[in-house]
T-cell receptor, first 113, second 113 residues
Framework: EDKVVQSPLSLVVHEGDTVTLNCSYE??????LLWYKQEKKAPTFLFML????IEKKSGRLSSILDKKELFSILNITATQTGDSAVYLC?????????????FGQGTILTVHP | ETGVTQTPRHLVMGMTNKKSLKCEQH?????MYWYKQSAKKPLELMFV???????ENNSVPSRFSPECPNSSHLFLHLHTLQPEDSALYLC????????????FGNGTRLTVT
């Protein structure tokens, strides 16, 4: 059974801090890893990672994948209160035609002013 | 507006009621999903429709019954639910091609009394 574990489960920081969120996984037939941000409503897509060692970057957010060690990290630099959310990691099982996702339990990030 | 619209946003129902959740996607996708999000648990995949055919039924109790009349619409029919079914129900859609991320709706917050 596919499995995704995120750490820490929750994190409280102050504006301007840098945070690193972790995601480790076990999947039978790895296709890709995705990061989502959820602020009380719909999870919104952040990154899709398919290759090891290639950093994806969007503004203050960046992410990288290590397919040998089976983990990914999501970095947020110069955090802002608007970064407060639940960050979800998911892996795509390539053994299904539609790309079955297995999600981790999420990391709750709280950024104080 | 996320491109995936869910109604109602909130629903309170008794254990003997019958209700339906509705999802509509405006993205031209050909796969649709129902996920359940309970407190402190990972997102759980319930059903997947790919090209209007149900391809995943993830050991969901029969009191949940999905319906996909076309590629843009998805329903979840509910009857004789239990209090433990109270959760956020998220609809998502994607394109059934390699490396296409899911796009989520805002969810229906269901409370079973």
């Amino acid at each position: 059974e596919d499995k995704v574990v995120q750490s820490p489960l929750s994190l409280v920081v102050h504006e301007g801090d840098t945070v690193t969120l972790n995601c480790s996984y076990e999947v039978t037939n790895f296709r890709s890893l995705l990061w989502y941000k959820q602020e009380k409503k719909a999870p919104t897509f952040l990154f899709m990672l398919t290759s090891s060692g290639i950093e994806k970057k969007s503004g203050r957010l960046s992410s990288i994948l290590d397919k040998k060690e089976l983990f990914s990290i999501l970095n947020i630099t110069a955090t802002q209160t608007g970064d407060s959310a639940v960050y979800l990691c998911a892996v795509v099982d390539g053994g299904t035609s539609y790309g079955k996702l297995t999600f981790g339990q999420g990391t709750i990030l709280t950024v104080h002013p | 507006e996320t491109g995936v619209t869910q109604t109602p946003r909130h629903l309170v129902m008794g254990m003997t009621n019958k209700k339906s959740l509705k999802c509509e996607q405006h993205l031209g996708h050909n796969a649709m999903y129902w996920y359940k999000q309970s407190a402190k648990k990972p997102l759980e995949l319930m059903f997947v429709y790919s090209l209007e055919e149900r391809v995943e039924n993830n050991s969901v109790p029969s009191r949940f019954s999905p319906e996909c009349p076309n590629s843009s619409h998805l329903f979840l029919h509910l009857h004789t639910l239990q209090p433990e079914d109270s959760a956020l129900y998220l609809c998502a859609s994607s394109q059934v091609v390699r490396d296409s991320p899911l796009h989520f709706g805002n969810g229906t917050r269901l409370t079973v009394t």
